[in-house]
């Protein structure tokens, strides 16, 4: 099974700051990694897939960047909507995810 | 709308038994693949099952594997999951997710709003 590790677990940042969520994975995943970003109570919705590749709708402010073992999420000027946890998701070998970070302020 | 509705969740003794259902509209389940994923309380996500969209091929994590049913009806849009034997540790939230393609290995980018399943004596 792939293990994928997420970090920060939890991170502390204000409106206006630039964000970076790091996930590893224990072995290479190519570029199938995807990210999402879900609030208490709702399901996770989708933001990034193919690493790099932006869904429809997701404001430009997130971006996701890597490849292989070692993928990136950030986010650009952080809004008061973004405070949230985020999963990375492999999806090379059927689907695991991170275990989340959580951006409060 | 594009838009999955989930049921059939509740609390059922360990070993006992639930049929899930995942109602989908604004699109054809049988041309993507689709998936289950459970949240425990406090929990990350957990992939549980999958059916791809051009074969039914079906898929199971370790955990469920043997216990769980994956299946879909195309006359009625729905996709299901029949768990038999539950266990404590099978107590989550159970989302239904479409595949961004037919193939079961897919990043998911529709979510149902997920029924809760406890199991408990």
């Known amino acids: 099974d792939i293990r994928m590790t997420q970090s920060p677990s939890t991170l502390s940042a204000s409106v206006g700051d630039r964000v970076t969520i790091t996930c590893r994975a224990s072995?290479?995943?190519?570029?199938?990694l995807a990210w999402y970003q879900q609030k208490p109570g709702k399901a996770p919705k989708l933001l990034i897939y193919?690493?790099?590749t932006l869904e429809s709708g997701v404001p430009s402010r997130f971006s996701g960047s890597g490849s292989g073992t070692e993928f990136t999420l950030t986010i650009n000027s952080l809004q008061p909507d973004d405070f949230a946890t985020y999963y990375c998701q492999q999806y090379h070998s059927y689907s695991t995810f991170g275990q989340g970070t959580k951006v409060e302020i | 709308e594009v838009q999955l509705l989930e049921s059939g969740g509740g609390l059922v003794q360990p070993g006992g038994s639930l049929r899930l259902s995942c109602a989908a509209s604004?699109?054809?389940?049988?041309?993507?693949?689709m998936s289950w994923v459970r949240q425990a309380p406090g929990k990350g996500q957990e992939w549980v099952s999958a059916?791809?969209?051009?074969?039914?091929?079906?898929y199971y994590a370790d955990s469920v594997k043997g216990r769980f049913t994956i299946s879909r009806d195309s006359s009625k849009n729905t996709l299901y999951l029949q768990m038999n034997s539950l266990r404590a540790e099978d107590t989550a939230v159970y989302y239904c997710?479409?595949?961004?393609?037919?193939?079961?290995?897919?990043?998911?980018?529709?979510w149902g709003q997920g029924t809760m399943v406890t199991v408990s004596s």
């Open positions: 997710a479409k595949g961004l393609s037919v193939y079961y290995r897919d990043a998911f980018d529709i």
């Open positions: 072995q290479s995943l190519y570029n199938w």
């Open positions: 193919k690493a790099s």
């Open positions: 604004g699109f054809t389940l049988r041309s993507y693949a």
């Open positions: 059916i791809s969209g051009s074969d039914d091929s079906t």
